[in-house]
């Protein structure tokens, strides 16, 4: 697929996405028993989880618990210390993980731009680096702007020159590029305003349901989990605590610490 997609560029591979039928979706990508520690601190522990194609899991849960850990197993920035990821019927292993990061888009939580290039530049890193048609990724680029509201004069700025908001839009930029088919995001929308939050959150959802990726996305908001999550995953100290939906988890807790996460947003107090 990778090599599909890089030897035939872009412009081929936009076909290939708009004519993606459900057969033909975006990979399954599975924990099996994996845990992982860093030093004697167990971060995660015996973790099973499944990512649907197509689908959009948010991972919720206390600072701590595990959440970016989870994404950067998946990305392969770090290795399980036991249990195995798989993506599609491949277990991840150091030796093909060049390949399967190509098909996947990472925002990392505090947006990973590189500080001495422009935003332009960075949002085209990868593109370049892959030899991707260069009229084809500028209109990409354009395209994307306009989708997530950051002017196009904010393109030749330098990272430390942007507001936090456009700096997280052009991560957002960034991951998106390629269409990949894997979306895996770290607190994507933390750093923006209320208001384009929701916009930003209302056009994530449609670019979800439009493209079908495998969408692991992690945040600290109950409304941006219920709205944008297919399934949940509530995480406490490494464990998976529960997996639903928002409704399952607010209607059929399974234990009361669900019950007191889901509260303890949703008593905040109006000011
Ligand atoms: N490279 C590392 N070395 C040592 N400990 C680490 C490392 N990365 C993460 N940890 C620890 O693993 C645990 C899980 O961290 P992780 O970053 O996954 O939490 P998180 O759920 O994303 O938290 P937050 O909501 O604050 O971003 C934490 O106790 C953290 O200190
Ligand atoms: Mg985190």
Do not use: W
């Not at 048609?133 to 030749?156: D, G, Q, S, Y």
């Not at 670019?207 to 109950?222: A, G």
């Amino acid at each position: 697929m990778v090599s599909r997609l890089e030897s035939e560029g872009l412009d081929s591979a936009t076909k290939q996405e708009a004519a993606r039928g459900p057969k033909d979706l975006a990979p399954t990508i599975e924990l099996i028993s994996v845990s992982k520690r860093f030093g004697s601190a167990a971060a995660l522990s015996s973790i099973n989880l499944k990512f649907e194609p197509g689908k959009t899991t948010v991972l919720i849960g206390p600072s701590g618990c595990g959440k970016s850990t989870l994404l950067r197993l998946i990305i392969g920035l770090i290795q399980p210390t036991t249990g195995e990821v798989r993506v599609e019927d491949q277990v991840l292993t150091p030796e093909n993980i060049l390949d399967l990061r190509r098909r996947m888009g990472y925002v990392i939580q505090e947006g990973g731009l590189f500080p001495h290039l422009t935003a332009r530049d960075n949002a085209l890193l990868l593109a370049r680096h892959l030899r991707r048609p260069r009229v084809e990724m500028h209109a990409r680029l354009a395209e994307l702007c306009e989708l997530t509201r950051l002017p196009e004069t904010a393109l030749a700025r330098f990272p430390v020159e942007l507001s936090g908001g456009q700096r997280q839009r052009v991560s957002l930029i960034r991951a998106l590029m390629l269409r990949p088919e894997v979306l895996l995001l770290d607190e994507p929308l933390a750093a923006l305003d209320p208001m384009v939050r929701a916009t930003l959150r209302t056009e994530l959802k449609a670019i979800f349901q439009h493209l079908r990726q495998t969408v692991i996305l992690v945040t600290h908001e109950l409304t941006e989990a219920a709205c944008l999550g297919n399934q949940i995953v509530l995480l406490r100290q490494g464990h998976v605590v529960q997996v639903g939906t928002f409704a399952a988890l607010r209607d059929h807790p399974a234990e009361s610490f669900v019950s007191e996460f889901i509260n303890a947003q949703q008593g905040l107090p109006v000011l």
